[in-house]
Nanobody, 125 residues
Framework: QAQLVESGGDLVKAGDSLRLSCVVSRLTFGTLVVGWFRRRALGQNRDFVAAISATGDRTNYADSVKGRFTIVRDNDKNTMYLQMNSLKPEDTAIYSC?????????????????WGQGTQVTVSS
């Protein structure tokens, strides 16, 4: 079974930075589009945050995080990262990483085949 494991979530103050990691195993990481989504509360939909192409040459960001968050990947380590700067209280959410084969519509939840369990990020004001 494919496995995606997130880490790095924490309780921080507004303006602080965090780096989330997602380690992918039992998949050919270098062939996958990977992305981050977040869910602000139980019962709410997951919102797109960022995605990166299999080779890392193309990225896509939600407008709400552009200029503050950066997604990168290290294919040698089967790991993806989300560097989050200038955090705001509205960034508080459970952040989940996801992976898929298709390079289309990287901002859509439905296109992703594999998901991690999530890591909690809480930003206090």
């Amino acid at each position: 079974q494919a496995q995606l494991v997130e880490s790095g979530g924490d309780l921080v103050k507004a303006g602080d930075s965090l780096r989330l990691s997602c380690v992918v195993s039992r998949l050919t990481f270098g062939t996958l589009v990977v992305g981050w989504f977040r869910r602000r509360a139980l019962g709410q939909n997951r919102d797109f945050v960022a995605a990166i192409s299999a080779t890392g040459d193309r990225t896509n960001y939600a407008d709400s995080v552009k200029g503050r968050f950066t997604i990168v990947r290290d294919n040698d380590k089967n790991t993806m990262y989300l560097q989050m700067n200038s955090l705001k209280p509205e960034d508080t959410a459970i952040y989940s990483c996801a992976a898929k084969l298709s390079a289309r519509d990287t901002n859509l939840v439905g296109g992703y085949n594999f998901w991690g369990q999530g890591t909690q990020v809480t930003v206090s004001s």
